[in-house]
């Protein structure tokens, strides 16, 4: 169990580490300036910020393995839809698995999000990750304790709700890591022209979170805005802050 617990550990940390790391090589150390013009708020974060955010993400990794041990190595395992051989389901579900997976944290993570918005549940739950009022990719998973609680148990929900294959959850889980180090990005990579079309702008953008942690309140969502736009909690300056930060101009001057 200790093996497993450490493999798990590990697994969650290396993702991040890959994930953020090369994010945050390539837009913070190596062409910052390059970039520049994408930055969506005009200062940096400090290094006392980076280092806050990497702590609080290990710890939740602690929480995480927790959650993967306790679903796939433990009894409770006969009670859930894990399923093991892809041959089982075949590979067209295999595949939808994973978007289901997407369609369900979508929803989980608006949500448990607002919820931890509550006046009463917000320094107990979500205070920590708004530390980061300018966030950086560290930020993906840096959350006190409690909140780790409440984001892992997404797992909890897929392996209760639908069949699914360790590979496909694991899939999911990068894929949903890296969207995660996007939000959190402090740039906007997405273009203008797809943020605006008719599919594209039902995509959530780092821009949106960004705006989450710099004014704490509207844009709770995740991989979309479908939510937030059925909701009503758009930030009322989302489209007008689309348009400064993705202009020609410097970001100083954009965002000034
Ligand atoms: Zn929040
Ligand atoms: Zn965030």
Known sequence: MTKSFSIAYLILSLRYIIIAGIAFLIFYIIKPKRFS?????????????????????FLS??????????????????????????????????????FLCLVIHDTYFYWTHRLMHHPKLFKAF??????????????AFSFQPTESIVEGGIAVAI??????????????????????????????????????????????????????????NGNYSFYTRIWDMLMGTMHPDYDKTVDKVLTEEPAETAYA
């Open 126 to 139: 979500h205070l920590l990750h708004h530390k980061s009022t300018n966030p950086s990719p560290w930020a």
């Open 61 to 98: 990794f602690f929480f995480f393995a927790g959650y993967v041990i306790l679903l796939f190595k433990t009894p409770v395992r006969q009670y859930t839809r894990i399923y093991d051989h892809v041959s089982q389901m075949g590979w067209p579900y295999f595949f939808f698995s994973i």
């Open 159 to 216: 392996v209760f709700l639908i069949p699914i294959q360790r590979y496909a959850f694991l899939t999911f889980f990068i894929f949903s890591t890296a969207y995660n180090v996007y939000g959190h990005l402090g740039y906007e990579i997405y273009p203008k022209w797809l943020i605006r079309s008719r599919i594209g702008k039902y995509l959530n953008t780092s821009i949106a979170h960004n705006m989450h942690h710099k004014y704490f």
């Open 37 to 57: 013009r994408l930055h969506i708020q005009q200062a940096f974060p400090k290094n006392k910020d980076y280092w806050r955010e990497i702590g609080y993400s």
